[in-house]
């Protein structure tokens, strides 16, 4: 049965992290930054794990916590990325051997794309092996539409659907009810979400969330691991860069692969790797702690120091 998840627990009104939950992760983080920083060695490389392609900027919902959404006025939403560029990302992960998961969605609503579904496909038929999933708000998310995508080759759709009476919409009522005998039943979770929740400061650009006094004194996983692409083609730094500070590369311009392994990169990596988020302008007032709160949190940790040498 298709999973549908209350995810939060009402608290003074407003939706947080559970504060005992991120001291602890801070500290740990604080170590691990430490520990790294004292090892006095190089990076050898990092291994793209995860691709975010945003192949549309936009989204239409008005969440107070997200710098993206249609009440901030910031994104456009006739900026959609150009099927050749798309296919270019396509080639040239295949030609460096890509087989991690591809991610259809970052600070966007994905399905105001309506060439989702033949992206889909597109990535399943290069890349068989690779996990493809797609993160959603819900709002044009119907059974139909979701069949299409799974038959298009999706491994996996969650939806955040972020309505304050914390109740799903008619159209997602009936897709629960339409997914209770589908081979992709076990493959989509719903949770239910607040439109006000305070969630991470997204490089401070969260207009609901605290901004540090100063910059946290900690590494951070995902420059590491996770290649993020706008509508454009840009490669930017992470998911929290949601307006697009660091930019560190076209692939229209360059390959992947150069920019990856590129000066500018490797000079945020080791600022990283010392704790030195004041060196980077996307980094400098966030409050992400450089990793998830979860088993993958622990394992990119480890990943990074495994790759000391």
């Given at each position: 049965?298709?999973?549908?998840?209350?995810?939060?627990?009402?608290?003074?009104?407003?939706?947080?992290?559970?504060?005992?939950?991120?001291?602890?992760?801070?500290?740990?983080?604080?170590?691990?930054?430490?520990?790294?920083?004292?090892?006095?060695?190089?990076?050898?490389?990092?291994?793209?794990?995860?691709?975010?392609?945003?192949?549309?900027?936009?989204?239409?919902?008005?969440?107070?916590?997200?710098?993206a959404s249609k009440k901030s006025g910031k994104k456009n939403p006739r900026d959609k990325m150009a099927t050749n560029t798309f296919e270019r990302i396509v080639n040239q992960l295949h030609s460096i051997h890509f087989s991690g998961t591809f991610a259809l969605y970052c600070n966007n609503e994905p399905l105001l794309d309506p060439r989702i579904p033949d992206f889909v496909k597109r990535l399943r038929e290069e890349f068989p092996s690779s996990k493809i999933e797609i993160v959603t708000s819900g709002f044009r998310l119907n059974a139909k539409l979701a069949n299409k995508l799974f038959k298009s080759g999706l491994s996996e759709l969650l939806v955040n659907y972020y309505d304050n009476s914390l109740r799903l919409s008619e159209s997602l009522n009936d897709l629960v009810k339409d997914f209770e005998n589908s081979p992709y039943h076990n493959n989509i979770s719903i949770y239910l979400r607040l439109k006000d929740e305070v969630l991470s400061n997204r490089s401070g650009d969260a207009v609901n969330a605290k901004v540090p006094d100063k910059s946290l004194p900690l590494w951070c996983s995902l420059p590491f691991e996770q290649l993020y692409l706008n509508y454009a083609g840009d490669v930017i730094l992470c998911c929290s860069d949601v307006l697009w500070k660091v930019v560190l590369g076209n692939i229209n311009n360059n390959t992947i692969k150069e920019i990856w392994y590129n000066h500018q990169f490797s000079e945020i990596r080791k600022a990283l790797l010392k704790g030195r988020r004041d060196k980077i302008e996307a980094c400098n007032r966030c409050d992400f702690l450089g990793m998830k709160h979860n088993p993958k949190g622990f394992l990119s940790a480890m990943s990074v120091m495994s790759g000391l040498r």
């Open positions: 049965m298709t999973k549908v998840i209350n995810h939060y627990t009402k608290k003074k009104g407003k939706i947080s992290y559970n504060p005992l939950i991120r001291s602890s992760l801070y500290y740990f983080s604080r170590a691990i930054t430490l520990f790294i920083s004292l090892q006095k060695r190089n990076f050898s490389g990092p291994k793209i794990r995860k691709v975010f392609i945003e192949t549309i900027s936009f989204c239409n919902n008005d969440c107070s916590f997200c710098p």
